[in-house]
T-cell receptor, first 111, second 113 residues
Framework: GDSVTQMEGPVTLSEEAFLTINCTYT??????LFWYVQYPGEGLQLLLK?????DKGSNKGFEATYRKETTSFHLEKGSVQVSDSAVYFC??????????FGAGTQVVVTP | EAGVTQSPTHLIKTRGQQATLRCSPI?????VYWYQQALGLGLQFLLW???????NRGNFPPRFSGRQFPNYSSELNVNALELEDSALYLC????????????FGSGTQLSVL
C-alpha cells in the first residue's frame, strides 16, 4: 500500500544551519504530499503541501518539492532557528483517503 | 474560530479501567480522526468517522472503540486498559471525507498505572 519513509532522528543542528529531512514515498498514483510539524506539547499542524509532480510547497522558510523521478518530498530550510525545534512528519493519503504519516523526525536546534 | 478541542488534557487510570476521551472538531468539519502517539513512536491511526459513520479502523483490538455524535463531536473509548495504552491520543478533523487537510487538537495524554 501507499506509504512514506522518512529519515530517523534526532537531527541536531546549530542555529542558522541548513536543514534537510529526507522523505520518500511509495504510491500507485500521484497523491498529494504533506509535511506536518509538531512543536513540543502540541498537536500536529500542516506545514506545507504539494498536490502534483514538480510542485513546490513552501511555508515559514521551509520548502519541499514533489519529485516523481525519485519519489521524494524532502523538506529543506536554509537557516534554522531555535524555534524550529520540533518533530516533522511526512504524510500522504492512503487508498481510503486518510493520511498516513511517517515515523517522524525530531529536529533539535541549539543556539 | 476555535480549533479542534480535546478533553481532558491529561487522564490517569489504572490497569483494567475504562477511559473516555472527547473531541470537538472545527465548526463545519464532518470528519474526525483518532491517532495514538506512543512515546518515541510515530502516529498510529486508530479510527475515522465521517457524518456519524465509522469509515475506517486501524489495527487495534476491539477494546478501542468510538462514536461520532450528530454535532460531529466524537468520543474514543478504551476498555480494559493495559499499561501499553499509555500514550498521547490525538484527534484531528477535516472539512469532509474527501478533504485531505487535517487540523489537530493538542491531544489527551493517557497514563495507565
Amino acid at each position: 500500500g501507499d506509504s512514506v519513509t522518512q529519515m530517523e532522528g534526532p537531527v541536531t543542528l546549530s542555529e542558522e544551519a541548513f536543514l534537510t529531512i529526507n522523505c520518500t514515498y511509495t504510491a500507485t498514483g500521484y497523491p498529494s504530499l504533506f509535511w506536518y510539524v509538531q512543536y513540543p506539547g502540541e498537536g500536529l499542524q500542516l506545514l506545507l503541501k504539494a498536490t502534483k509532480a514538480d510542485d513546490k510547497g513552501s511555508n515559514k522558510g521551509f520548502e519541499a518539492t514533489y519529485r516523481k523521478e525519485t519519489t521524494s518530498f524532502h523538506l529543506e530550510k536554509g537557516s534554522v532557528q531555535v524555534s524550529d525545534s520540533a518533530v516533522y512528519f511526512c504524510a500522504l493519503p492512503d487508498s481510503w483517503g486518510k493520511l498516513q504519516f511517517g515515523a517522524g523526525t525530531q529536529v533539535v536546534v541549539t543556539p | 474560530e476555535a480549533g479542534v478541542t480535546q478533553s481532558p488534557t491529561h487522564l490517569i487510570k489504572t490497569r483494567g479501567q475504562q477511559a473516555t476521551l472527547r473531541c470537538s472538531p472545527i465548526s463545519g468539519h464532518t470528519s474526525v480522526y483518532w491517532y495514538q502517539q506512543a512515546l518515541g513512536l510515530g502516529l498510529q491511526f486508530l479510527l475515522w468517522y465521517d457524518e456519524g459513520e465509522e469509515r475506517n479502523r486501524g489495527n487495534f483490538p476491539p477494546r478501542f472503540s468510538g462514536r461520532q455524535f450528530p454535532n460531529y463531536s466524537s468520543e474514543l473509548n478504551v476498555n480494559a486498559l493495559e499499561l501499553e495504552d499509555s500514550a498521547l491520543y490525538l484527534c484531528a478533523s477535516s472539512l469532509s471525507a474527501t478533504n485531505e487537510k487535517l487540523f489537530f487538537g493538542s491531544g489527551t495524554q493517557l497514563s495507565v498505572l
